[in-house]
């Protein structure tokens, strides 16, 4: 029961975090993020 509760809510988190982040990199500029994916490579 414990797991069931403790992977939804790491479910949710991930969910949050991917909208929030999403939404980040909605404001950047694209070149910001050409460069940084190449420091990323």
């Known amino acids: ?3 069931l ?3 939804i809510a790491a479910l949710g988190a991930s969910l949050v975090g991917n909208i ?3 939404q980040q ?3 950047l500029p694209a070149g910001l993020l050409d460069s940084a994916a ?3 490579q």
């Open 38 to 40: 190449r420091t990323a």
């Open 5 to 7: 509760v403790l992977s």
């Open 25 to 27: 990199m909605d404001r």
């Open 20 to 22: 929030v982040a999403r």
């Open 1 to 3: 029961m414990l797991a």
